[in-house]
C-alpha cells in the first residue's frame, strides 16, 4: 500500500504538513481540558463563586473551541487531500486500462476492472488518510494522557495500562476467532451471486427444463451457508461494543476505588479534584487505543485494494513504439513472411506467409478457437508476431507508430460494441471531425440508412451498450464506423454473422463497388461470404493449411472442402 | 409513504420472531437501565468522598473518616451492574444477529421462490444486474442496517426517557440548562444532515455517471485501441473524474464539519452545567455527587441523540433498499393454474398444431399476426426467416413462456389446459445463447434430471462431440467450469449433450449451431439427426443449408407465414424462400 504514496504531489504532502500541525494543536487541547475539569471542582469543593467557576467555565471552553477548530481544519484538509488522491489515483488507473496491451485486457474482466477503479481507490485512499490523521493522532494522545496522568499519580497510570493490556487482548481474541471467518465471507458472497446470477442469465432453459426447484436448491444451500457463517461473525463481533464499555466503565470505578485508598493512605484531600480528570484522561487512553485496534482492522482491507490497484498499474504493455518511427504511407497491401505468435511460449498461430495488394479481399476461415482474430490482432498490432514479419502498407509494423498504424486501418470488431450517445458520435468514433456527408455514404454501404432514418437520422440517442439497436444493427452500425475514416484497410471480424443473407450479400456488393481501391480483411464463418475473396488464408491446427482462391482450394485444401461441403450443396459447389 | 409501507411489510417478516424481539427489547431495556442506573451510585461514592474531602478540612485524618467498608461495597454494588448491563447488551445483540440473519435467509428465500413463479416478460423487462443486486446487496442492506436501525433506535430512545426521568428526579434546575443546548445541537444536526445529504445524493449521482463511463470504455477497449480514441477517453473520463472529486470534497468536508461542531455544542451543555451547578451549591442547592452524576447523564443523554442522528440516514438507506426487495416480491406472479388435461410422458405421440395464434409483446405491436400450421408426429419442422420475422417468438409460445391468443394443440389437447410444467416436459431445448453454470461439467450435462445412469450420459457426451473436452479437463466429467473457462461451442456443445440426457419426446433447436464452427456443426448435426429421429422437432436456423431435409419449412416473415413446404416444394415455387436461399450464394 505504501507504494501508492508515491502518487502524493508536493501540495498535498505540504497539505498534510498543516494536518499535523493542526492534529498536534487539537490532541494539546482535547488533553488539557481534563486540567480545568479538575479545577472547576477543586473550586466548587472550596465554595468559591459563580464568577470563579464561570472564568475556568470559559477557558475550557476556549480550548474545547481550539480543539474543534483544528478538528474541522483537519477535517477538509483531509478531505482536499483524499478527493485530490483518489481523483488521480482513478485517473491513473483508468489510462493505464485503456492503454493496456491486447494480452493484459484478456487477464481481468470488466468487473473486476470497474472495482478496481472506483471501490478500491476508495478503500485504500480513505484507508491512507485515515491511517495517517489517526495513526499519528492516536498513539499521540495516548502518550499525552498517559503523561499527564503518570505526571501526578504512578498507581493510576498502573491502573490505565492494565484496562489498556485487557482490551487489547480481549479484541485481539475476538479478531483472531472472526479473521478466518472474514475470509470465507467474501468467497461465500461470490457463490451466493454467482447461483443467482446463473439462475437469472438462464431462466429460459431452467424453465424449459422445469428445473426451478433445482436453481432454487442451489441457492437456498448458498444462502444457508452464507447465513450460517454471517450468524458466527456477527455473534462474536457482538462482543466487541460491551466489552470496551465494560474496560471504560471499570477504569472509571477502578480509579475513584484506587483514588479513595490514595486518599487515606496520604490522608490528601485534594486528590480528589484529579480523580475528575483522571476519568476523563483514562478515557482519551482508552479510546486511543481502540482507534488505533479499528485502524489495523481496517488495514488488510486497504491492502488488498491497493495490491489490486497495483495490479493494473504494473502493467506495462510489450507492444511498443519504436525509438525512431518511419515515416508511413499505407499503400493498402498486407504482406505476412512466416509469421508466428503465441500466448505465455504455446504457440497459437505459426507460420503464415500470404500477400495482398491494395483493393483486395483477404479472406480468413476455419473452425473456432484456431486463431482468426488473432491474425486480425497481428494486422492491428495488437499482438507482435514472436516470429517472421508482418508487413502493413508497406512497412514492417513495428518500425511506424501504433497511431499512424491504426489511423490507416478500419475495424469492425467481433462483437460489435456501441458507445452511448448519438449514432454520429458512434459513427464518427475514429475521427470526430467527419461531416455527416462521409457518415451517412458509410452508412450506406452498411446497408445501416434505412434503419438510422427510422431511428431519427444522425442524432438519433444510442442506449448504454446499444440496447436499443438489434444485434443484425449493431453489425452494421459497426461496419458502417468502419468504413466511414475511409481507411486503406478495413477489417471485419465475422462482422456479417448476425445479417440475413440477403443483406450479407449487399453489404459485400456495397463494399466491392464503392470502396475498390481498399483492402478488405474479412474473417467470416460463411463459404458463401468468402468465396470470392481474392486471397483466402485457411486456419487449421495453429497454422495456414491452405492459402488461394476458393477454385484452388477447393481442389488443394482437404479442410477447406469440408467446410465447403458442410455448407453448399453439390452442384454449388461444383459452380 | 413508500418508506413506511416497505417498514410495515418488513415487520411481518419479524412476527415468527415475536418472542425473541420480546427479549431483545427487554434486555437492551435491562441493560439501558443497569447503565443509567449505575450513575446514582457513582453519585453516592462521589458524594461520600466529597463529604470526607470536606471534613478533613477540620483536620481530622482522612483514614478516620472514610470508611474503605463502605466504598468498597459501593464499589462491587457498581462492577456488578456493570458486568450485568455487558451481558444484557451481548444477549440482546446476539440475539439480534440470529434474527437478522434469519429474516435476510427468509427474504432471500421469497425471492428464489417468487423468481420460480415471476413470468418471463419480468426477466425480459428487467436487467440481469440490477434483479441481482437486490437479491443480494438490497437484501444484506435491509438485514444488516434495517433491523440494526431499529434496535438503536429503540435502545436509543429507551435510554433517553429513562436518563431524562433520573435527571429530572436528581435536580430540575440542572436538567433544565442541560435541555437548553438540545435545540442548538438538534439545529446543527439538521442542517448539516440537510445540506450534505444533497451533496452526498450528488456524490452517488456523480459516481455513477463515472462508473457508466468507465464500463462502457473498457467494455470497448479493443476499438478504442483501433479508432487511436485512448486519449479522448481519457479526456472524457478525466472530466467525469473532476466533476466527483469536487462532489466528494464538498460532502466529504460538510460531514467532517458536522462531527466536531456537535462536540462542541455537547461541551457548551457540560460548561454550563458546571457553572448552574457551582451556582447551586454555593446555596447548598446540589452536592458534587449530583454535579459527577450529571455530567455522566449527559453524556448519556446525548450519546443516543447522535445515534439516532445517524439512524435516521441508514434507515433511509435500509428503507430503500427494502422498498427495491419488495418490488420483486409483489411483482405480478404467472397466474396459477389448474390442469384440465394432462399428457402423459411416456405415451404422447408429438403432433403440434398452431391455430390462428397471435401475439405481441406490446399488444399494440404484433409480432405473430395469424399463424396456423399442422405438424405431425415424428416430424422435423424448421422455421426460417429474416431476423425479426418472430421465429424465437413462436418458441416462447410454444414453451408457454408467453401466452397467445388462438390456440397451440400437442396431440390435440390445448396447451393451456394443461400445466406449464407438463408442457416444458415434453420438450428438450437448445437455446443460441448456450448456457452454463458454475457446477461440475456433470453437473450441467445430468442437469435436474433425475436418476441418469451413465451408460446414458457417456453414449450423450460422445454424440455431442466433447468426449475428447472431458478428458482434457484436470478432474475429468467432475472439473467445476464457469461460463468465462469455456468457449461459445464448447458451452453449446455442452448444452446439447443436456438436452440429449434429457431425452423428451419433442425437442426445440434455436439458432443451436451458430456458436459453432461449421466443421464442428457437421458432428453436432449428425448427432441432432439421430436425436430428432422419430421425435416432433423444431429447428430455427440461419444457414438454410442445415435444414434442407426438413420435413416441413415454414418460412415467417412479418409474423405471417408466408410459404410452407418441403425444400424441394419451396424451391420450385420461386418465391420468398427461393430468394432466402440464393441470397445466401449470391456474391
Known amino acids: ?24 494543536a487539537q490532541i494539546f487541547c482535547d488533553v488539557t481540558m481534563p486540567t480545568y475539569t479538575a479545577e472547576i471542582v477543586a473550586k466548587m469543593q472550596q465554595g468559591a463563586d459563580a464568577a470563579s467557576i464561570l472564568l475556568t467555565g470559559g477557558i475550557m471552553l476556549a480550548f474545547a473551541a481550539g480543539s474543534i477548530a483544528a478538528t474541522i481544519a483537519e477535517s477538509i484538509l483531509s478531505a482536499r487531500i483524499s478527493t485530490r488522491l483518489g481523483r488521480r489515483l482513478r485517473g491513473e488507473v483508468f489510462a493505464h486500462v485503456v492503454n493496456f496491451s491486447d494480452k493484459d485486457a484478456g487477464s481481468f474482466s470488466t468487473g473486476s476492472l470497474l472495482t478496481r477503479t472506483t471501490n478500491d481507490v476508495q478503500q485504500v485512499v480513505s484507508a491512507m488518510v485515515l491511517g495517517l490523521r489517526l495513526g499519528v493522532g492516536a498513539p499521540l494522545m495516548a502518550a499525552m494522557a498517559i503523561i499527564r496522568i503518570a505526571q501526578t499519580s504512578g498507581e493510576l497510570t498502573l491502573v490505565t495500562g492494565v484496562a489498556v493490556v485487557i482490551l487489547l487482548a480481549g479484541i485481539m481474541a475476538i479478531l483472531m476467532i472472526v479473521l478466518p471467518r472474514f475470509k470465507r465471507i467474501q468467497k461465500l458472497t461470490d457463490r451466493l451471486n454467482g447461483t443467482m446470477r446463473d439462475t437469472l442469465t438462464g431462466i429460459r432453459v431452467v424453465r424449459a427444463y422445469n428445473a426451478e426447484d433445482f436453481q432454487r436448491g442451489r441457492f437456498e444451500r448458498a444462502s444457508r451457508d452464507f447465513a450460517k457463517n454471517n450468524v458466527f461473525t456477527g455473534r462474536v463481533m457482538a462482543a466487541m461494543s460491551p466489552l470496551m464499555q465494560l474496560v471504560y466503565s471499570g477504569l472509571t470505578l477502578a480509579i475513584y476505588w484506587l483514588g479513595c485508598f490514595i486518599i487515606v493512605r496520604d490522608n490528601d484531600a485534594a486528590f480528589f479534584p484529579e480523580m475528575f480528570s483522571f476519568t476523563q484522561l483514562a478515557a482519551q487512553v482508552v479510546t486511543a487505543f481502540m482507534v488505533l485496534v479499528m485502524l489495523f482492522n481496517l488495514l488488510p482491507r486497504a491492502q488488498v485494494s491497493a495490491k489490486r490497484i497495483l495490479e493494473v498499474l504494473n502493467k506495462q504493455s510489450d507492444i511498443l513504439d519504436p525509438a525512431s518511427p518511419q515515416m508511413y504511407a499505407c499503400d493498402g497491401s498486407i504482406v505476412f513472411e512466416d509469421a508466428a505468435v503465441g500466448y505465455g511460449g504455446k504457440p497459437v498461430l505459426s507460420g503464415l506467409t500470404f500477400r495482398v495488394e491494395a483493393g483486395q479481399t483477404l479472406a480468413v476461415v476455419g473452425g473456432t478457437g484456431v486463431g482468426k482474430t488473432t491474425l486480425l490482432k497481428l494486422i492491428l498490432r495488437f499482438l507482435d508476431a514472436e516470429q517472421g514479419s508482418v508487413r502493413i502498407g508497406g512497412r514492417d509494423v513495428r518500425e ?52 438510422i432514418a427510422e431511428k431519427g437520422g ?64 474479412i474473417v467470416a464463418q460463411r463459404i458463401s461470404t468468402v468465396r470470392d475473396a481474392d486471397v483466402i488464408v485457411v486456419l487449421d491446427g495453429g497454422t495456414a493449411v491452405g492459402v488461394g482462391t476458393h477454385e484452388t482450394l477447393l481442389k488443394t485444401c482437404n479442410v477447406y472442402r469440408e467446410i465447403a461441403q458442410s455448407q453448399l450443396s453439390e452442384e454449388e459447389l461444383a459452380v | 409513504m413508500k418508506q413506511h409501507s416497505a417498514l410495515g411489510k418488513l415487520l411481518r417478516y419479524c412476527k415468527r420472531h415475536l ?98 413463479r415471476l413470468p418471463m416478460r419480468y426477466f425480459d423487462s428487467h436487467a440481469t444486474g440490477d434483479t441481482l443486486s437486490r437479491v443480494t446487496n438490497d ?72 462508473n457508466g463511463n468507465a464500463e462502457e470504455y473498457y467494455s470497448a477497449l479493443e476499438l478504442l485501441r483501433a479508432c487511436n480514441a485512448e486519449e479522448r477517453a481519457v479526456r472524457t473520463f478525466e472530466a467525469q473524474n473532476e466533476k466527483l472529486r469536487n462532489a466528494m470534497y464538498r460532502a466529504n468536508v460538510l460531514s467532517g464539519i458536522l462531527h466536531p461542531l456537535t462536540t462542541f455544542i455537547s461541551k457548551l451543555g457540560y460548561v454550563a452545567i458546571c457553572v448552574v451547578g457551582g451556582v447551586l451549591m454555593a446555596g447548598g442547592g446540589t452536592s458534587l455527587g449530583e454535579l459527577a452524576a450529571f455530567l455522566i447523564y449527559i453524556n448519556l443523554f446525548q450519546s443516543p441523540l447522535s445515534q439516532l442522528g445517524q439512524v435516521a440516514n441508514q434507515f433511509q438507506q435500509a428503507s430503500a433498499a427494502a422498498g427495491r426487495v419488495f418490488e420483486v416480491l409483489e411483482e405480478t406472479e404467472e397466474p396459477a393454474e389448474k390442469a384440465a388435461a394432462e399428457i402423459d410422458l411416456q405415451s404422447v405421440r408429438g403432433d403440434v398444431e398452431f391455430r390462428h395464434v397471435r401475439f405481441g409483446y406490446d399488444p399494440e405491436k404484433p409480432v405473430i399476426r395469424d399463424f396456423s400450421a399442422k405438424v405431425k408426429a415424428g416430424q422435423k419442422v424448421a422455421i426460417v426467416g429474416p431476423t425479426g420475422a418472430g421465429k424465437t417468438t413462436l418458441v416462447n409460445l410454444l414453451m408457454r413462456f408467453y401466452e ?31 448456457w452454463v453454470f458454475e457446477g461440475t461439467l456433470k453437473e450441467n ?28 479437463l484436470p478432474q475429468g466429467g467432475d472439473t467445476i467450469i464457469h461460463d468465462e473457462a469455456l468457449s461459445g461451442g464448447q458451452k453449446q456443445l455442452i448444452t446439447i449433450a443436456r438436452a440429449m440426457v434429457d431425452d423428451a419426446p419433442m425437442l426445440i433447436l434455436d439458432e443451436a449451431t451458430s456458436n459453432v464452427d461449421t466443421r464442428t456443426e457437421q458432428l453436432i448435426q449428425r448427432a441432432m439427426d439421430q436425436l430428432t429421429e422419430g421425435r416432433t422437432s423444431f429447428v430455427i436456423a440461419h444457414r438454410l443449408s442445415t435444414i434442407k431435409n426438413a420435413d416441413l419449412i415454414l418460412v415467417l416473415d412479418h409474423g405471417d407465414i408466408v410459404e410452407q413446404g418441403t425444400h424441394e416444394e419451396l424451391l420450385a415455387k420461386q418465391g420468398f424462400y427461393y430468394e432466402l436461399y440464393h441470397a445466401q450464394f449470391a456474391a
Request: aromatic share 8%; glycine share 6%; with cysteine.
Open chain 2, 445 to 472: 450435462i445430468v442437469y435436474c434430471k433425475e436418476n441418469v445412469d451413465e451408460q446414458k450420459l457417456v453414449e450423450a457426451v460422445k454424440a455431442a462431440g466433447i468426449y475428447q473436452l472431458v478428458h482434457t
Open chain 1, 400 to 451: 511506424i507508430t501504433q497511431k499512424d498504424l491504426r489511423a490507416s486501418l478500419g475495424y469492425a470488431p467481433q462483437k460489435s460494441v456501441l458507445l452511448s450517445g448519438t449514432i454520429r458520435q458512434n459513427l464518427a468514433f475514429a475521427d470526430p471531425t467527419l461531416s455527416d456527408e462521409t457518415l451517412s455514404e458509410a452508412a450506406k454501404i452498411a446497408c445501416a440508412d434505412e434503419f
Open chain 1, 1 to 24: 500500500m505504501f507504494r501508492l504514496f508515491r502518487y502524493l504531489r508536493g501540495r498535498e504532502i505540504a497539505m498534510f504538513a498543516a494536518l499535523l500541525v493542526f492534529l498536534v
Open chain 2, 139 to 210: 437484501v444484506d442492506t435491509v438485514a444488516q442496517s434495517m433491523n440494526a436501525s431499529i434496535a438503536t433506535a429503540l435502545t436509543a430512545g429507551v435510554q433517553i426517557v429513562i436518563v431524562v426521568v433520573m435527571m429530572f428526579t436528581t435536580n430540575w434546575q440542572m436538567t433544565l440548562t442541560a435541555f437548553a443546548t438540545v435545540p442548538l445541537s438538534l439545529l446543527v444536526l439538521f442542517l448539516v444532515v440537510r445540506v450534505s445529504q444533497k451533496y452526498f445524493r450528488r456524490q452517488q449521482k456523480e459516481l455513477g455517471a463515472l
Open chain 1, 458 to 521: 444522425l442524432s438519433a440517442e444510442v442506449a448504454q451498450g446499444g440496447r436499443n439497436f438489434s444485434g443484425g444493427q449493431k453489425q452494421r452500425l459497426s461496419i458502417a464506423r468502419a468504413v466511414a475514416k475511409k481507411p486503406k484497410i478495413v477489417l471485419f471480424d465475422d462482422s456479417f454473422s448476425a445479417l440475413d443473407f440477403a443483406t450479407d450479400a449487399r453489404v459485400r456488393r456495397n463494399l466491392s463497388e464503392q470502396l475498390p481501391d481498399v483492402t478488405k480483411v
Open chain 2, 19 to 116: 418472542f425473541a424481539l420480546a427479549c431483545v427489547l427487554i434486555l437492551s431495556i435491562a441493560g439501558v437501565f443497569l447503565t443509567v442506573y449505575a450513575t446514582t451510585y457513582l453519585q453516592q461514592l462521589t458524594d461520600y468522598i466529597g463529604a470526607a474531602a470536606m471534613k478533613a478540612q477540620d483536620g481530622h485524618p482522612m483514614s478516620e473518616i472514610m470508611d474503605m467498608a463502605v466504598i468498597a461495597q459501593l464499589g462491587f454494588t457498581l462492577l456488578g451492574m456493570y458486568l450485568g448491563a455487558a451481558a444484557c447488551t451481548y444477549v440482546q445483540a446476539f440475539l439480534m444477529t440470529g434474527i437478522n440473519q434469519k429474516i435476510a435467509l427468509r427474504l432471500r428465500s421469497d425471492i428464489a421462490a417468487k423468481i420460480s
Open chain 2, 404 to 434: 397467445c391468443g388462438g390456440e397451440i394443440l400437442i396431440d390435440g389437447v390445448n396447451t393451456k389446459e394443461m400445466t406449464r410444467e407438463n408442457v416444458r416436459e415434453l420438450f428438450s431445448m437448445v437455446l443460441q445463447d448456450a
